[in-house]
């Protein structure tokens, strides 16, 4: 009955076995904008900050981590409402919207208790568009771009977002949402699913099926359909940029990465052929050498 009950995401963990289970040596609890955000900093040398994408959570940053550490100060941190920072809640204890301003006025808000005066930023999906994004509002700030897969055009959306963002479905997500789902959205991102390991795919599903968590998404998901992303502002970006393209990426087209490409000034990309929407999983030995050359030539 138990597992039933998980796989409709009407039990599981509680936050405090979550974080037991799931918060890193380096974890820190960042007190900001009302919330507990979850942040790891490990590592000396230049700040890069890595920014992860929906339904996601600092976790995919990790194996890319264990080589840039070595000679970079890595931070990275769960967005609401995924990962260990869960849902952002207003004064009345209700679930905020979290649509682009917020996101903004989030990221913002994280880097400036950090103290981060200037760094490399790495974004990954929608992380990735917060990364351009913090780029193009902050020059001062970032000397350096990174970003893969990432969100800044209007397309159609995967089906597993566009879910979401169907009002009864959102409304739904409050009492359930089928683990099935998920495990067959975490797989579609892969290129190569048999490069997706168990422990992870687990560890997607329970924090995102956290009921708090889960119940929160559909709070958010308007950030990919409100029309407010800016994507004139990309000609606007004063650094160097790398961008990195998963081939057989089915959630964000290859043809976003030319544009991208074309619309940022001092840009370069690369494209890695037979590999999905989240190259930093799939391919991190190669996604962190890339990263490491670009950084080293800024």
Known sequence: MNRLLNEFGWAGPDKKTLIEKHALPTSIFLDCMGMKVHVSIEGSGPDVVMIHGFAAN?????????HMSKQFRIIRFDLPPFGLTGPALDEQGNIRKMDVAFYQQFVDAVLNELQIKKCVMIGNSFGGFLSWDQAQRHPERVRGLIISDAVGYQQPLPIYI?????????????????????????????????????????????????????????????????????????????????????????????????????????????????????????????????????????
């Not at 099926?209 to 800016?230: Q, Y």
């Not at 930093?280 to 030539?297: L, V, W, Y």
Request: proline fraction near 4%.
């Open 162 to 298: 566009t879910l979401f963002t169907i009002k009864p479905i959102a409304w739904l997500t409050r009492y359930t949402v089928p683990a099935f789902l998920l495990r067959m959205a975490v797989r579609d991102v892969y290129g190569d699913k048999s490069k997706l390991k168990k422990e992870v795919l687990e560890r997607y599903l329970e924090l995102f099926m956290h009921k708090p968590n889960r119940s929160a998404v559909g709070k958010m998901v308007g950030v990919f359909t409100d029309g407010e992303l800016g994507s004139e502002r990309l000609s606007e970006i004063q650094c160097k940029t790398l961008i990195v393209w998963g081939g057989n990426d089915r959630w964000v087209s290859i043809e976003m990465a030319g544009r991208f490409n074309r619309d940022i000034p001092n840009s370069e990309l690369k494209v890695y052929r037979e590999v999905g929407h989240i190259p930093m999983e799939e391919t991190p030995d190669r996604f962190a050498a890339d990263c490491i050359s670009f950084i080293e030539s800024l």
């Open 58 to 66: 600092l976790h995919t940053w990790s194996d890319v981590c264990a």
